[in-house]
């Protein structure tokens, strides 16, 4: 276990920590000095990509984004997502992980669990590899969203499930739209920090799509705040090149040689 790591596991219970995903150089570059982890999500698959879901991204992608991610990056712990199907047994996760790792010299990966694979990130960790847990809703595994830990019973399984994660060495955890009072009791149960999305400020961090949170991906579910509006800024800005050109203000003598 790395010094960063431990950091990380050590904000538990005393500062909360920032996270927040990226997808390029020029992005990480912005938000690097105000984050302890940067993400880099499958959520390209959707806000990059145009996809409807993360299922088929590659491994391939991934690396390159998280190439880009990793030349910006200062002080940030850099966790990339495994991509669905590249870990659906120990031999494949160890082999995939590896090489995203050697490629893009992240510091962690970050697996989602199906509730039957905490075995995998047990193997990852006996293989000197950090790994970020991500349980509730699990994007790659469950097609229709819907809030996670609603009934005594799916509480109680989330809890057991995180627990099952963190007994396999996961030196963190994103908990993805489960309710507060579960999202509570897990956080209060576990000794590795929980990092929310929709899982209330009961948890020992959270963690946001930068580009929901800036106004420019459209999406804005209850859980995203909107801190700014940027697709407004870029608006504005590409309709008055538009009328520069259309007029012949642009480009002035100073804009060519």
Not at 209 to 222: C, Q, R
Not at 228 to 250: D, M, Y
Request: positive net charge; proline residues 2%.
């Amino acid at each position: 276990m790395t010094e960063k790591i431990k950091n990380i596991i050590n904000k538990k219970n005393k500062t909360k920590i920032v996270c927040l995903t990226a997808y390029s150089k020029n992005q990480t570059s912005l938000i690097d000095k105000y984050c302890d982890i940067i993400l880099v999500g499958d959520s390209l698959a959707n806000v990059l990509y145009g996809m409807n879901n993360t299922h088929k991204i590659n491994l391939d992608i991934m690396i390159r984004h998280a190439i880009s991610v990793k030349s910006g990056i200062n002080r940030s712990l850099l966790v990339v997502d495994m991509p669905k199907g590249t870990y659906s047994n120990i031999a494949s996760a160890k082999k995939n992980a590896k090489l995203l790792i050697s490629k893009t010299k992240c510091d962690a990966i970050k697996i989602e669990s199906n509730n039957k694979n905490s075995h995998i990130i047990k193997g990852l960790v006996k293989a000197n590899i950090n790994v970020m847990g991500h349980i509730g809703y699990t994007p790659q595994y469950k097609s229709k969203f819907e809030v996670q830990g609603k009934s005594l019973k799916s509480q109680s399984n989330l809890i057991e499930e995180a627990k099952k994660i963190e007994q396999a060495g996961a030196f963190s955890i994103v908990l993805e739209c489960i309710t507060s009072n579960t999202s509570k009791e897990i956080t209060k149960k576990l000794k590795i920090p929980t990092i929310g999305i929709g899982s209330s400020v009961f948890c020992d961090g959270q963690i946001l799509v930068t580009d929901d949170l800036l106004g420019l991906s459209g999406f804005y579910p209850k859980f995203v705040k909107k801190y700014a509006n940027i697709s407004k800024i870029i608006k504005k800005a590409v309709n008055q090149f538009r009328k520069e050109v259309k007029t012949k203000k642009f480009p002035m003598k100073k804009n060519y040689y």
